[in-house]
């Protein structure tokens, strides 16, 4: 199980996986951040950078938070960061 540090900006002009900051991941998703959109849409954009079923993608902490820890099913820390470089 892979858990991922995700630094998201809602509201861009398109939903995007920018790149690693350090240890965090940044996110940019078009969906405003308002009843939960912004972060179905950053599960959404991961679980399709990750190439996994949306099931196996769930936000652990921070809902209201640009600052989200993500957890991927089936995937290695490794494995994920791999994929999403």
């Known amino acids: 199980m892979a858990t991922l540090s995700v630094k998201v900006v809602p509201g861009a ?10 240890e965090a991941l940044k996110v940019r998703v078009a969906a405003p951040p308002e009843r ?3 972060n179905a849409a950053v599960l959404a954009l991961l679980a399709e950078a990750l ?3 949306e ?5 652990v902490a921070g ?3 640009p ?10 820390d490794a494995e994920a960061r791999r994929r999403l470089s």
């Open 13 to 22: 002009s398109r939903s995007a996986v920018v790149g690693w900051l350090g």
């Open 63 to 65: 809902p209201a938070s």
């Open 36 to 38: 939960g959109k912004a």
């Open 67 to 76: 600052r989200k820890t993500i957890r991927v099913e089936g995937l290695s």
């Open 51 to 53: 190439d996994v079923p």
């Open 55 to 59: 099931r196996a993608v769930a936000l």
